[in-house]
């Protein structure tokens, strides 16, 4: 292998050996130190590769053994730099993009991260953009142990982490602490308050003294358990003590909404006729060089396919984009009132649907709808069972354990 690199580099010469002494005269090149290769018969004679530089003694031998010599050609880098001594732009070009070649090889131009569900990944590379780890920052620059420190400091949440370069790509694999269980504070005195107004359907305390029953009304901001608890049995001494009140307490709720549609309005037509645009971007910056004419049309754009450049292992910071323009045009349109007073009652079904928490549902909407030369008008009332209990620091059991009145 070594002598075979040797040769390409220093040339060759492919010759033909003819005439009855062949064998002799390789024997003969041989035994004077002559390294013959690719040794195979052609009819009457033989082919074969002998160094540039033993012409002088393949000639002697030939002489000597009575064999005629025919060279068939020449190889190896010598016969190449020969080949494109005459081509200097095509020469030069070779060599820059070379030379560019392993330049864009020296920088990162994309970076991943892997195994996160909790930390987002965003923090995460803004993060190592601050440590210097960014696209276009120079490989040599980057000190992977050095950011794997940094980042397991930043993120407490991150137990793992591993930065692994690998051509112009950048890996961060992280691996995370287990979540934590909530912790509930059953000991700084609470009171469960109203969230919302609303009509009581069921309470039920855990901790703390019931201050509502079932179908009483309440005002945001009523206490609804107290975490004022009365210890002792009624007619012998009593005292009261102070807990972290818990517990749940379901109301019906009113949710007022209200809405407007017009009944003309714009709906975009698409006339069958498309436009196709080729993008190269390079370092993220579009190069649009041939955009389509458009004039006064109107389209909607969209990327029909992106490729980055990459060889091997190897990506550039270079991507062709190839888009579709999609004529439309915009014409007018009247929807009837039955049909605006169906979208509106979606619309509020949909916009009661976001108010619920995972444990309220809806019970029913009444609407009611005015109607205008040119729009409808709603306004609904939504009729909800929802949770409305949230926790509130209890002055007075706060002030007991201070020791003040």
Known sequence: MFLA??????????????GFAAERFMNMLSYRGVYLWDVESDGAGVRLKAPLGSMDILSMCAEKTGCRLEVKGYGGFPSKI????????LTAGILLFAVGLYLLSSFIWVIRVEGNERVPKEDILTYCQELGLKPAAWKRGVDPEEITKEILIQF???????????????????????????????VTPCNVVAAMDGVILKITAERGTPMVKEGDVVKKGDVLISSAVVIGLEGEEQHT???AAEGTVTAKIWLQLTDELPLAYEEKVYTGETKTNRILSFWGKDADFV???????????????????????????????????RIYTLEQR???????????????????????????????????????TDCVRVKGQAVLTERIEEKHTAEE?????????
Request: aromatic share 10%; with cysteine.
């Open 241 to 243: 003590e102070y807990v």
């Open 82 to 89: 020969r080949r494109y001594k005459g081509r200097q732009v």
């Open 397 to 405: 059991g706060r002030d007991a354990i201070d020791g003040t009145d």
């Open 5 to 18: 690199i040797w040769y390409y580099f220093c040339g060759y010469v492919m010759i033909k050996v003819n």
């Open 334 to 372: 009247n929807r009837t009132v039955d049909e605006a007073k169906a979208e509106l009652a979606q619309t509020l079904r949909e916009k009661t649907e976001k108010c619920l928490s995972p444990y309220g549902t809806i019970e029913k909407i009444e609407v009611h709808y005015e109607e205008y």
């Open 291 to 325: 955009h389509p004419s458009l004039e006064e049309e109107q389209a909607d754009a969209e990327i029909l396919f992106q490729k980055d450049l990459a060889l091997g292992d190897f990506k550039v910071p270079i991507s062709i984009k190839k888009e579709q323009y």
């Open 156 to 186: 407490p949440d991150i137990s793992w982490v591993s930065v692994d370069i690998k051509g112009t790509d950048v890996t961060i694999k992280v691996a995370e602490t287990i979540e934590k269980a909530e912790v509930v504070d059953k």
